[in-house]
């Protein structure tokens, strides 16, 4: 059984939230748009390994970092976005980052040689294959003789 050790998201309090509310300036547009999602995750075990399914529409394989530290998987993602627009006497500037990191602390059983990963359809698969002598066997008859 694989335990889950759930990293907090990445999340940057913002004293201005406190000084100055969404409508301090006269409405919504205002508003410093900041968001972090953590995906689902589905854990799913075969005979033969284990498979991470990482919701995470909206990204590519590039934005994603997996790490293994001794026997800890991390999945983490970063996303920075600015935009300005200057009109007339006025400008308008937006900021938003998204950032998620979980943590998996892998089962022994797990062949951390040959773990592997794709991106498919907005789902980021891992695939943690298991040690050849922890795959489960099929039952047999033993014949006595």
Known sequence: MMN???????D?????DELFPADWFGGIAN?????TNT????IKETADDFVLEVAAPGKTKEDFILSLDH?????STEAKKEESEVKDTYT???FSFSAFKRSFKLPQTVNKETINATYTN???YVGLPKREE????PKRTIEIS
């Open 4 to 10: 889950i050790v759930k990293s907090k998201n990445v």
């Open 12 to 16: 940057l309090p913002s004293i201005f």
């Open 31 to 35: 508003q410093v748009a900041s968001t």
């Open 39 to 42: 995906p689902a995750v589905n």
């Open 71 to 75: 026997d800890v998987l991390t999945i």
């Open 92 to 94: 308008r500037r937006e």
């Open 122 to 124: 907005g789902i980021l």
């Open 134 to 137: 922890d795959k489960v066997k």
